[in-house]
């Protein structure tokens, strides 16, 4: 087993979520050969091409990866994970926070066609496309944003990918909706953590609005301007948003999980063309983080 590889109980746990074959073709190679190859370009961002042969064919390794990404599987393998570990108490409802981070895109990740592209099935559009393939432009080059809800244990429990220059306001509610843990028992997954935090880019009557509407307690500082102005309006203005300051130092976790998402090289700069196939790269971190103990 190489370093990085998973381990027999990660992979007994993972395997049987897993596609059992791959149509036309015949029975997919070893998955887990395929999926190890997948683990070691994601965590060491080097081209597929630079693959270690132990790992086999570097477009058999790719094509999984981006079949995956395209049918949404890498998708539904987080939130069983997630359910996983919440059967297991391993996630912090306590406190849940957002946040977005920016990534530099590399110039593998420009160029990418007009046309539509196609996921695993004929005709099919890959779920998480975008038109805009999240790319924007800005001094710095071409840049997309990880938009991120990160729960106490330092792990994603949602994300979403857009261009670089796009605000995090509008995406709250976006990101919020993702947040789906299924439960053992038939229940309802769970949706709501029992705080929210955020720092003043999250402020918003309209996101306030959402979160009271949604019974979601918050703790997102309101910026000097918008105090002015709710001021100036008098009673109308209406009352001041409640902040607690202890609660909110525990904002730095979402940081942090962001921090650890981008130990994966291939997370930090995006090399992927398609943002579908970016938004699986960061799925497949992801899940990783969920596996480790």
Same mark, same amino acid.
């Given at each position: ?9 990660? #992979?007994?746990?993972?395997? $049987? ?17 395929? !999926? ?21 064919? #570097? ?14 599987? #890498?998708?539904?393998?987080? @939130? ?6 919440? =059967?297991?108490?391993? !996630? ?24 539509? $592209? ?16 999240? +790319? ?5 080059? /071409?840049?997309?944003? !990880? ?10 429990? =949602? ?6 220059? #796009?605000?995090?306001?509008? @995406?709250?509610? /976006?990101? +919020?909706?993702?947040?789906?843990? &299924? ?12 705080? /929210? ?28 301007? @918008? ?5 100036? @309006? ?14 909110? &130092? ?7 999980? !962001? ?8 997370? =930090? ?5 398609? =943002? ?16 480790? $103990?």
């Amino acid at each position: 087993m190489g370093r990085g590889d998973l381990t027999s109980d990660e #992979w007994a746990r993972l395997t $049987p979520h897993l596609s059992k074959s791959g149509g036309r073709g015949g029975r997919w190679n070893d998955h887990r050969t395929v !999926i190890d190859g997948i683990l070691f370009r994601v965590r060491a961002g080097v081209p597929w091409r630079d693959l270690p042969n132990r790992f086999g064919s #570097w477009k058999t390794v790719y094509e999984r990866h981006r079949r995956t990404s395209a049918d949404g599987t #890498w998708d539904r393998i987080l @939130q069983v994970v997630q359910a996983d570990a919440d =059967a297991r108490g391993r !996630i912090d409802w306590s406190m849940v926070s957002v946040d977005s981070a920016s990534c530099r895109a590399h110039q593998h990740a420009a160029g990418v066609p007009r046309r539509t $592209p196609r996921g695993p099935r004929r005709r099919s559009t890959p779920r998480q496309h975008r038109s805009d393939e999240g +790319l924007g432009r800005s001094r710095g080059g /071409l840049t997309s944003k !990880i938009h991120l809800a990160g729960e106490g244990g330092l792990r994603s429990l =949602a994300l979403l990918i857009t261009p670089g220059q #796009w605000g995090d306001s509008p @995406q709250l509610i /976006l990101v +919020l909706e993702r947040i789906r843990v &299924k439960r053992l028992g038939g229940r309802h997954p769970r949706t709501r953590p029992d705080y /929210l935090g955020g720092d003043k880019a999250y402020s918003s009557r309209r996101n306030r609005r959402y979160l009271r509407r949604r019974r979601i307690k918050h703790i997102i500082p309101e910026p000097k301007d @918008q105090r002015a102005n709710r001021r100036r @309006q008098g009673s109308r203005g209406g009352r001041p948003a409640g902040f607690d300051k202890e609660k909110y &130092k525990r904002r730095n976790e979402v940081e942090r999980a !962001i921090n650890r998402l981008k130990h994966f090289r291939a997370v =930090a700069a995006r090399y992927d063309k398609r =943002a579908y196939v970016f938004h699986g790269t960061v799925a497949v971190a992801s899940i990783r983080l969920w596996l480790s $103990p």
